[in-house]
C-alpha cells in the first residue's frame, strides 16, 4: 500500500547528521524529515514543529497507550517517539521519509516495514572528535555530554546492523555518501509494485 | 583484509544483465566481472576466458574436490562454478567484483562474504518478454527456452532475498538503477576499516 521508503540515520548526538543531509539536499529529492516527539525541554532556538514537537510526560503517555507512536525509547531521562500519522501520509505520498532515531528505534522500524528500510549509521571520525563538536555546540551539561559518549561508545557497537556506515571526517566526502544512500533507498519504494509482478509472473 | 566489494546480480538469462552492465559501465568505475567455469558447450561466438572458461566435467570435478569453488551449480543439466582465486586477486586489488550467479550461488555468497556484499535481481518486465528475448536470441533449442522459462519462474520467488530488484523495461531506466546499486555496493569497501575504526573506539 505505501508508495515511498524510509531512510534510518542513527549514530551520536554530534556526528554532524544534520549538517550531512543539509549538504546533501539539494541532489536526494524530496523528502520528508520525521519530526520526534519529546519530553524533554528545548534547547535555546529549538522550536516546536520544526526541531521537535515539545510535550509533557503525560501526553506522551497518552500517545503511547493509544499506540500513536512507530517508536519510541528513553535517553538520558527523556521520552522521545516517532508519531505514526506523519509517517503515513509522507510514505502514501511516495516521498522518502528519513528518520533520525537510535539504535533501539532502528531496530523497531526493521521489524515493523524492513521491506521499504535502508539504514545508515553516521559518527563522527574519533572519540576525540565527538567530544570536540559536542563542547563546540556549547549546549549540553558537562554531565550530558559524558552520558552522551558513553551511550556514543555503547551505539556504536550496533554498527553491522546497518546498511550503510558513514564516517564524517569530512562534510564534503560525507554527504557525497549520504546522496548514494539515499538514492539506494529509494530504489526499495517499488517493492509494492514487485510484488504485484511477480504475483503476475507466477500467474 | 579484503579491500574490495562484492555485487551480486542474479536474474533469468535472457533478462538483459550484461547490456545492462555494458550501458553503465562508464559510470560505475573500475570492476571485474567475475568470469564463470562450465561445463556446457560454447555457444556460436563465445570464448574460453572471455564469456566462460570452459572445462571438462573432469576437470570441473577436480576444483570442486580442491575446494577452488566459491560456490557451483547444475543448471539444465551442466555445472556452472565461480573459481576463488581470482575473485580474492580483486578484492586485494580494491575492485568492485560483479558476479552473474544464479539464487543458489548468492544464498552461498551471502554466507561466506555477507559483510561486502550488495546484491540485485534483474528482470525482464513479464514473463512474455523474457521468451520473446530469448527467441530473439537463436541460441536455444526450444526444449530449452521451455526450461529456461520455467527456470525463471522459480527463481524469480527468491527476490526478496535481494537488495534490490531491478525491472529493465527500459536499458536507460535499468542502466541508471544499476549505476545507484553499483554505487552503494561500493560503499561496502569500508567494511574492514569499519571493524579497526570500531575497536579504537571502543579503545
Redesign the interface.
Known amino acids: 500500500m505505501q508508495k515511498g521508503a524510509i531512510l534510518v540515520l542513527s549514530g551520536p548526538s554530534g556526528a554532524g547528521k544534520s549538517t550531512i543531509i543539509n549538504a546533501a539536499s539539494d541532489e536526494i529529492g524530496e523528502y520528508y524529515f520525521s519530526i520526534s516527539t519529546t519530553t524533554r525541554e528545548p534547547r535555546e532556538g529549538e522550536q516546536d514543529g520544526v526541531d521537535y514537537f515539545f510535550v509533557t510526560k503525560g501526553a506522551f503517555s497518552k500517545d503511547v497507550l493509544q499506540g500513536n507512536f512507530l517508536e519510541y525509547a528513553e535517553v538520558h531521562g527523556n521520552y522521545y517517539g516517532t508519531s505514526l500519522k506523519p509517517i503515513y501520509d509522507a510514505l502514501d505520498q511516495g516521498k522518502l521519509v528519513i528518520f533520525d532515531i537510535d539504535v533501539q528505534g532502528h531496530r523497531l522500524v526493521r521489524k515493523k516495514m524492513n ?1 521499504i528500510t535502508t539504514s545508515a549509521f553516521i ?1 563522527p ?3 576525540q572528535a565527538l567530544e570536540e563538536r559536542l563542547r563546540a555546540r556549547c549546549t549540553d551539561d558537562e554531565s550530558v555530554i559524558v552520558q552522551r559518549i558513553e551511550n ?2 555503547s551505539e ?2 550496533a ?2 546492523e546497518y ?3 558513514i ?1 564524517n571526517d569530512t562534510v564534503e566526502k560525507a554527504a557525497k ?1 549520504f546522496v ?2 539515499a ?2 533507498a529509494r ?2 519504494q ?2 509494492e509494485d ?1 510484488k504485484k ?2 504475483v ?4
Not at 200 to 203: A, K, N, R, T, V
Open positions: 521491506d559518527t571520525p574519533s572519540l556514543a561508545k556504536i557497537k554498527v553491522g546498511d550503510f556506515t564516517i555518501e548514494i544512500v538514492k539506494a530504489l526499495k517499488s517493492r514487485e509482478f511477480i503476475e509472473w507466477l500467474g
